[in-house]
Nanobody, 124 residues
Framework: QVQLVESGGGLVQAGGSLKLSCAAS????????MGWFRQGPGKEQKFVAA????????YYADSVKGRFTIARDNANNMVYLQMNSLKAEDTAVYYC?????????????????WGQGTQVTVSS
């Protein structure tokens, strides 16, 4: 059974940091492009960060460049999102997603497997 489980969300003050984790089971993250997406209150789901299947290429939304870092541990089937210098506008539910390598990993429509999401709230 394919499953993605996010953890690490919570409440943090502006300027603080959080590290999100995504644990995969039922498939190998090393065979997929992995990404993080978020959906703020009343907003559409948006791309945050992605890593190609070999981790050789990473992509970031302009709004998080220089603050967020995506990393993967293929051996342990894990994906991470380190978030620094958090802002109130980063408040959202964060989702982990797996996409086939042939597709654009930054597009939510290409995500094959989704996690259930973890809430990140940044207080200003």
């Amino acid at each position: 059974q394919v499953q993605l489980v996010e953890s690490g969300g919570g409440l943090v003050q502006a300027g603080g940091s959080l590290k999100l984790s995504c644990a995969a089971s039922g498939f190998s993250v090393g065979s997929y492009s992995m990404g993080w997406f978020r959906q703020g209150p009343g907003k559409e789901q948006k791309f945050v960060a992605a890593s190609r299947w070999r981790g050789s290429s990473t992509y970031y939304a302009d709004s998080v460049k220089g603050r967020f870092t995506i990393a993967r541990d293929n051996a342990n089937n894990m994906v991470y999102l380190q978030m620094n210098s958090l802002k109130a506008e980063d408040t959202a539910v964060y989702y982990c997603g797996a996409s086939d390598n042939a597709n654009d990993p930054t597009a939510p429509r290409n995500v094959k497997y989704w996690g259930q999401g973890t809430q990140v709230t940044v207080s200003s």
